[in-house]
């Protein structure tokens, strides 16, 4: 897989589901763009890979046209991290650092108590004034610890917000990003006691595999390792791949948000303004003659008739 994909699964006659992501090229390629405006601690940038391929697992489990926004805050030395997917199974991810990193791979080590993870689901057709659904739940346990991996956070999550048990196992580094989900699916008729028995056997199963596995077996692998006495059917893979949203026409609209005045004080101390993208190291630049075309009057704007002629 030179880009990546997701491929969904689940087990004849048990009430469970399941998806593993692999992001290959298209994880390579968002690293490369965002190094452009400075590359992320090995540590935060494997978070970062964790976020996305969690992401697109997540994305991949609901009936929704419209973006997924995985947020991190906290007031550690990692202050933000978000990774956004769409329905299409697109990603972009970035962070925010304003502390010493150390070597350790842990979320303890990066966030601090009170931080929290929030999910968000903006749907694509939003009426204007209508906000978006968000859960927001701690990094911390039952004892005010901050769980050691993301995983255990989002398990969390959706157990708290969408009643679903559900199993995470993430890995990442400089070369890839992977994700495996394991959930038991909504309430059947199917015995409850029997249900529950298979998610956490399967579940336990899926967890066995370690960050080594998941990092260097193909995909076929992965599955046929922990699964090969289930009854596993897998879907038709999808493509996944990174691609950012920016925007001129998004700039400009930032610009009018900010003001004519400010703009133009910038222009003035600076000569030009330059917007660069945090998720993938685009540049956007506005000299003085843009800035008053975007602050002009409708009525000084060309019409048609004037620009063809």
């Known amino acids: 897989m030179t880009t990546g994909e997701l491929l969904r699964f689940s087990f004849d006659g048990l009430p469970v589901r399941g998806a593993l992501v692999r992001l290959t090229g298209s994880w390579r390629e968002a690293l490369r763009r965002r190094a452009t ?40 030395p990692v202050k933000f991290a978000v990774a956004e997917v769409s329905s299409a199974l697109t990603f972009r991810a970035t962070a925010r650092v304003a502390g010493d990193i150390g070597a350790e791979h842990s979320l303890a080590t990066l966030m601090s108590r009170d931080g929290r993870c929030a999910i968000t689901l903006d749907p694509y057709d939003r009426q204007p004034g209508k906000l978006p659904y968000q859960g927001v739940v701690p990094l911390t346990d039952t004892t005010g610890a901050v769980l050691p991996h993301l995983a255990a956070v989002l398990e969390f999550y959706m157990l708290q917000s969408e009643q679903l048990a559900t199993r995470f196992v993430l890995a990442a580094n400089d070369e890839l990003a992977v994700g495996l989900l394991v959930q038991r699916m909504p309430e059947t008729n ?120």
């Open 37 to 76: 405006v400075g590359a992320f601690p090995a540590p935060v940038r494997d978070l970062l890979g964790e976020m996305a391929a969690a992401g697109m697992l997540m994305q991949s489990s609901i009936k929704f046209d419209g973006a997924l926004v995985l947020q991190l805050h906290s007031d550690g």
């Open 190 to 309: 199917a015995d409850r006691h029997a249900a529950a028995e298979a998610f956490e056997r399967i579940a336990t199963l899926g967890g066995s595999l370690s960050s080594e596995e998941l990092l260097t077996l193909p995909p076929e692998t992965l599955l046929r390792r922990p699964f090969w006495a289930e009854p596993l059917r897998c879907q038709v893979p999808r493509r996944a791949e990174f691609r950012c949203s920016c925007s001129r026409e998004r700039v400009q609209s930032m610009l009018l948000g900010l003001g004519q005045a400010e703009a133009e004080d910038i222009i003035a101390d600076r000569g030009t303004v330059e917007v660069g993208c945090e998720f993938c190291g685009e540049h956007y630049y506005f000299d003085a003659v843009d800035v008053g075309a975007l602050f002009a009057p409708a009525s000084d704007q060309p019409g048609t008739s004037d620009a063809l002629q």
